[in-house]
């Protein structure tokens, strides 16, 4: 830990406000002259809309204006994807491509005025046949053309997979499937829309405001200058709040046609199927193994659901690529259309259910061999990138086995499974490794010092709950060597320096970057200003002789020698100092990823028999940790909601409609406070400058890695029930 | 949609009988759910809340009269001693903030088969007293339930309360849910021993179209307790697991969304044997209430 803020375990400081409710969302934003809207959605998965009668809902009290596709809106075109869900504009014909599809914007005076009068709108439709669900359509799945989303090798090979997996001694081999799964953040998605002429402002909340405002600029066909995104903070995301989606140019649209502000929340149900979600996937995996547990080969095949509107393939089986040594691979995605909305970024996309097939299927080999699970992780241990063969910019996953064996007390596991019991409850371990591709992207702020020695940092990131103002506010610190405490910080608005988004676990690294570039300006520029300032005591000294702490710059050789930023700026008269930081990821030597190991202990009532996590311990190598506080909060709810994940989420589909059967939070069940044991959270904290010159890396996604194969590898451990399916309910356990 | 409040019994019975389509609402805990879904739009809301007389419980003739407005959280809070069974059940219900509002009376008016106080009302063989302008009377719980979410209320009745018989033995709840808490439940059973009548009552929650008691494995734990009650020994564990199995064949369950029909008969006959040993090992260490 820096003594000027860098990994201090800070108080996040936005704390007071969340909790006394003087936080502002973006459904707190209220313009003059505001109209509300509410989105009227299909009933049916297929077909066409035969008919659709506003006029009762145009008649009713308030309505200011109803729009469907029998208006035409005319968009410039769809935006570039990724980060707009869909290649089907809203409104751009009469098709249904799924239940819940928005088919009409009515808006009115007030929230209930519209909400009344969008169940007013009558559609008829003329229902097609629905693809209901991924098994129907896993006839038809097929390996998707690169582009869009389609933007990682569908289709991998590597050395000769066949031969080596029929010169395996030991191979195991099965099929795992994860559940239709929903990102169900406590915040809605919200956009309120403001049109000054041709210039657009979007109140959105939105978890990158400078992807999105091109995006939304060019579906209008606008300049970039003339659309500012705003979010100010976001009540959870996960990956739903990662694209712009229809709600967000509907409204757009409607304020625009009506000339007044519009603001849409919209509703719960609309969260599970409007705004993206993780599709189900189906996942065959073999591993050929030596005796001795080194692996040959993996082949690892997977499918997942996509929508008809979008070809969105998870990249599931980058686990089997990337994470250990094996000089034979063979893997493939292929996408199944169904009638259901479209599928999104997920914490954690591609890795979350594709790890846990893999770490299954290693635990299936660990018990075919009688190893130990860790053992056989350590003995396959790549020490350069299976694919690349580049070096990785820093790696201590071994350090991560280590530490997480012996402080969960790993050793008191009993390799035979059902053995260890205690009442009515079966006990089981588990573990699994963690792997994420770090990824980068150009992020840019300012640091301005004032006259009052306060400091303000602005960039174009957004909080979405991970603590982002924080950690931002410390790096900053760090780098000007002032306390955290004079820090502000600005953030969620494109008319501030373009941040990085709040997705990908990208905020840390990429944005802490230019925060620290910035902050590193500021202070070099003041260094100057006073060594070649008469006035300034520190006049005459070469740059590098003096230090600066406690908002105090000194001479490093006589420390009493000097004077604060407030003095130094006040007598010249700069106010404010502003340094930039403009970071830009270059090519790498390196391959960038952050590791971690799950250990998890599982207590099942044999005769109910449900699973409770009674103990789960992380150990996390994300480089250094800007915040102990934060990242240990972090990382908890990304194990929760992983826990959720392996135990209890799945978003049902009827059979025959593929409509979600229970689209809302009193079914569909996230862990509550009692479903949680201990977790603890152990970080590595070494600084991988190879990554970034902050030595940070992301945390988001890495937490939640390989969790529900650690619960489930413990079940397994617990009762000898391999459960392949995923969530593991009482039933599949029955 | 009107909206009435009245500040009297007499007054909220005009109003029902007035417009009978109007839905009573107390705590709100299952009413706005349904609105919000829009499962409903009922032409009028008859609110409660300003009906002093159904808002609390007190002692008649031996019996607990609670007011079909007393939230479950004072249930809690002052019958945990006299009403132990329907304290344990209310304690599962929601999250402290549905414990504030939420009712035993809004449970009923419900009526749907996941309530968590049917169960232990059906164990202690609760009576529903009703009112309407013609006049009051009372229900048996068993006779009370009709189908799901249908009762024996008439169009202008309101529930006004609930009469129950303070435990004269012990009395326990369990319910199995997907979490631990903030749950409808995947079924819930609850047992309430009754020496004085050396008889055993029973109750089902979501486990049928009603909730339900299980008469035969009521009768045949009266008959292996019979010889039991004056000088208490342990349970032999067939005889729990009888018991079990008889609860479990007294229930008619569906699959839905929170469980398949075959997990809940199972999780019932093991709900009903864990629920029946705990009370009657707190019967042979002499205490008449369960620590609820």
Redesign the interface.
């Known amino acids: 830990m820096s003594e000027q803020g860098i990994g201090a375990a800070l108080t996040r400081v936005e704390a007071r406000d969340k909790v006394t409710g003087a936080a502002r969302y973006t459904a707190d934003v209220v313009l003059p002259g505001m109209a509300y809207a509410a989105l009227v959605s299909s009933q049916v998965s297929a077909g066409r809309l035969r008919s659709l009668d506003v006029s009762a809902a145009k008649a009713a009290p308030g309505v200011l204006g109803v729009f469907s596709h029998l208006d035409r809106p005319t968009w410039h075109r769809v935006p570039a994807i990724p980060y707009f869900g869909e290649t089907r504009m809203p409104f751009s014909d009469d098709r249904i491509h799924h239940a819940g599809q928005h088919i009409a914007i009515v808006v009115a005076s007030t929230r209930q005025q519209a909400a009344h009068a969008a ?1 007013l709108v009558k559609a008829e439709y003329e229902a097609g046949k629905p693809v209901p669900t991924l098994e129907k359509a896993l006839p038809s799945a097929y390996v998707a053309a690169q582009g869009n989303y389609v933007n990682f090798p569908q289709e991998t090979v590597r050395g000769t997979p066949e031969e080596a997996l029929a010169g395996s001694p030991v191979r195991v081999k099965a099929e795992y499937r994860t559940a239709l799964i929903s990102h169900a953040p406590i915040e809605p998605s919200v956009t309120t829309a403001t049109w000054e002429g041709d210039e657009l402002t979007l109140y959105d909340t939105s978890q990158a405001v400078v992807v999105h405002r091109g995006l939304v600029a060019t579906a209008f066909g606008l300049p970039e200058d003339k659309v500012r995104l705003v979010c100010p903070l976001i009540g959870g995301a996960f990956g739903a709040k990662t694209h712009v989606w229809g709600h967000t140019l509907l409204v757009a649209l409607a304020a625009r046609r009506l000339g007044r502000p519009v603001q849409v929340v919209i509703t719960r149900k609309q969260m599970f199927t409007t705004t993206g979600h993780q599709p189900p996937t189906v996942q065959r995996i073999e591993i050929g193994a030596e005796r001795d547990g080194r692996l040959r080969v993996i082949t690892h095949d997977s499918t997942n659901s996509t929508s008809f509107v979008a070809e969105r393939p998870e990249n599931t089986v980058l686990s089997s690529v990337a994470t250990y040594a094996v000089p034979n691979l063979r893997t493939r995605v292929r996408l199944a259309r169904m009638n259901f909305g479209t599928p999104t970024a997920m914490r954690t996309p591609g890795d979350g259910p594709g790890s846990f097939a893999l770490e299954c299927a290693l635990d299936e080999l660990a018990h075919e061999l009688g190893a130990d699970p860790v053992e056989l992780r350590r003995r396959n241990h790549a020490d350069v990138h299976p694919q690349s063969g580049k070096p990785w910019s820093g790696k201590n996953l071994l350090e991560c086995y280590r530490i997480g064996a012996e402080r969960f007390g790993w050793h008191r596991r009993d390799r035979r499974p059902g053995t260890r019991r205690e009442g009515n409850d079966l006990i089981g371990y588990g573990m699994a490794t963690a792997r994420r591709v770090e990824h980068h992207r150009a992020a840019e702020s300012t640091v301005d010092i004032r006259t009052d020695g306060g400091v303000v940092v602005r960039t174009a990131t957004q909080d979405i709950g991970g603590g982002t103002l924080t950690t931002m506010i410390q790096v900053a610190a760090d780098a000007l060597g002032v306390a955290p405490d004079k820090v502000t910080i600005t953030v969620g608005d494109t008319d501030l320096p373009p941040g990085a988004p709040t997705f990908g676990s990208i905020t840390s690294g990429s944005n802490g970057s230019a925060v620290r570039l910035a902050a590193q300006d500021a202070r070099g520029a003041a260094i100057r200003l006073a060594v070649g300032d008469k006035g300034s005591p520190l006049h005459g000294l070469a740059e590098d002789a003096v230090d600066v702490r406690d908002g105090r710059l000194f001479a490093k050789a006589d420390p009493r020698r000097g004077e604060t930023y407030a003095v130094l700026l006040t007598r010249n008269r700069v106010n404010p100092l502003r340094g930039n930081g403009k970071y830009s990821p270059a090519e790498s030597q390196y391959e960038t990823s952050t590791f971690g190991a799950h250990f998890t202990e599982v207590r099942i009532d044999r ?2 028999p ?1 699973v409770r996590v009674v103990r789960h311990l992380a150990v996390i190598d994300c480089g250094i940790v800007l915040n102990t506080k934060t990242a240990r909060n972090q990382a908890q709810g990304g194990i929760i909601g992983s826990i959720g994940v392996a135990l ?1 989420e799945e978003l ?1 589909q009827d059979p025959v409609s593929g409509r979600a ?2 689209p ?1 939070l ?2 569909y ?1 996230v ?5 949680i044991g201990q977790i603890d959270v152990h970080f590595v904290n070494k600084p991988d400058h190879n990554s970034n010159p902050l030595g940070a890396k992301g945390l988001g996604e890495i937490c939640s890695i390989g969790v529900s194969a650690a619960v489930a590898n413990a079940v397994f451990n617990a009762t000898g029930r391999r459960i392949r399916d995923l969530p593991i ?3 599949r356990l ?1 | 949609m009107d909206f009435i409040r009245p500040t009297s019994l007499a007054e909220a019975l005009r109003a029902k009988a007035e417009v009978p389509e109007a839905v009573p609402i107390a705590g709100g805990t299952d009413v706005m759910v349904e609105l919000n879904f829009d499962r409903r739009r009922p032409p009028a809301l008859l609110d409660l809340n300003a009906v002093g007389e159904i808002a609390k419980w007190s002692e008649v003739d031996g019996r607990i009269r609670l007011g079909a407005a007393v939230p479950y959280v004072r249930v809690i809070d002052e019958l945990g001693d006299r009403l132990p069974g329907l304290a344990m059940a209310a304690r599962t219900v929601g999250s402290p903030q549905i414990r504030n509002r939420g009712t035993v009376g809004g449970n009923l008016a419900a009526a749907s088969p996941a309530g968590d106080s049917h169960p232990p009302l059906l164990a202690s063989d609760a009576v529903v007293e009703v009112a309407s302008v013609r006049g009051t009377r009372t229900i048996p719980i068993t006779e009370f339930y009709l189908g799901v979410k249908r009762s024996a209320l008439e169009p202008d009745e309101l529930i006004t309360a609930v009469l129950l018989p303070p435990a004269d033995g012990p009395q326990q709840f369990s319910k199995v849910g997907t979490r631990n808490a903030m749950v409808i439940a995947v079924c819930s059973f609850a047992v309430a021993l009754h020496p004085a009548s050396g008889t055993v009552g029973t109750g089902l929650g979501s486990a049928a179209p009603t909730p339900r008691r299980a008469p035969e494995a009521e009768d045949y734990i009266a008959g292996e307790l019979s010889a039991l009650w004056q000088s208490p020994a342990p349970l032999a564990d067939s005889v729990l697991r009888r018991f079990g199995e008889l609860v479990g064949a007294a229930a008619q369950p569906i699959d839905d969304v929170r469980g398949s029909a075959a997990y809940r008969r199972h999780a019932l006959a093991v709900l009903a044997r864990r629920t029946l040993g705990w009370a009657w090992h707190d019967y042979c260490e002499g205490r008449v209430t369960a620590c609820a």
């Open positions: 169940a005769d109910l449900r209890m049902r059967l229970a809302a009193t079914d069940h862990p509550v406070n009692a479903d309910t009482p039933r029955l």
